[in-house]
């Protein structure tokens, strides 16, 4: 178990709606990272959060935004839905936005259809 | 930003040791080298990370060149549960302020043979 939640484990919804996925990060860690991962693409990294501020920006559709709380848990919201968004969904944590090792939750299961 | 190359698959047989090499040309003097494993069906997992000197973890040992331009992963005794794919990726402990984006490419599959 690392320590990471990620909810709900699987969603499916239908083309041009809006879903939010959540993610609370192992005790202590400030960073929250998002990644995608589609069976052609490998984890793509989304965005990156430390203690409440975005710190760096992949490839995320302007579809795509994300915040991390005060209490540091994290949402990525996807909206206007289209069914190439179908994927797993996972987020990070680590202590620092550095060099510290990354923890995975088990992900979020989006099927869009 | 430096890359990772890695084989895109290898196999074992069980109980034998394996090692997972993996080149980082590019690689800067505050670049930690990490590696994570993911089994089928669940996220990432953490393995083992290091600097310039060789590591040992209960999951596995990394042994890096002295040029830091490559290394290894090896598993001593591979087990069936040990089939996943692993990632070789690089974090800057330099840029505590700013972000590194930790960047993944798509990993060796290792297959584990009974």
């Known amino acids: 178990d690392s320590g990471v939640t990620q909810t709900p484990k699987h969603l499916i919804t239908a083309t041009g709606q809006r879903v939010t996925l959540r993610c609370s990060p192992r005790?202590?860690?400030?960073?929250v990272y998002w990644y995608q991962q589609s069976l052609d693409q490998g984890l793509q990294f989304l965005i990156h959060?430390?203690?409440?501020?975005?710190?760096a920006k992949g490839n995320i559709l302007e579809r795509f935004s994300a915040q991390q709380f005060p209490d540091l848990h994290s949402e990525l919201n996807l909206s206007s839905l289209e069914l190439g968004d179908s994927a797993l969904y996972f987020c990070?944590?680590?202590?620092?936005?550095?060099?510290?090792?990354?923890?995975f939750g088990n992900g979020t299961r989006l099927t869009v259809t | 930003d430096a890359k990772t190359t890695q084989p895109n698959s290898m196999e074992s047989n069980e109980e034998e040791p394996v090692h997972l090499p993996c080149n980082h040309s590019t690689i800067s003097g505050t670049d930690y080298i990490h590696w994570y494993r993911q089994l089928p069906s669940q996220g990432p997992e953490y393995v083992i990370h290091?600097?310039?000197s060789n590591v040992n973890n209960r999951m596995a040992s990394l042994a890096i060149a002295e040029d830091r331009k490559s290394s290894t992963l090896i598993l001593h005794r591979a087990t069936l549960r040990d089939a996943a794919v692993y990632y070789c990726?690089?974090?800057?402990?330099?840029?505590?302020?700013?972000?590194?984006?930790?960047?993944f490419g798509r990993g060796t599959s290792l297959i584990v043979h009974p």
């Open positions: 005790s202590g860690d400030l960073s």
């Open positions: 990726i690089l974090r800057d402990v330099a840029r505590s302020g700013g972000s590194y984006i930790p960047t």
């Open positions: 990070a944590s680590s202590v620092a936005a550095n060099n510290s090792p990354l923890h």
């Open positions: 959060y430390y203690n409440g501020e975005e710190r």
């Open positions: 290091g600097l310039t």
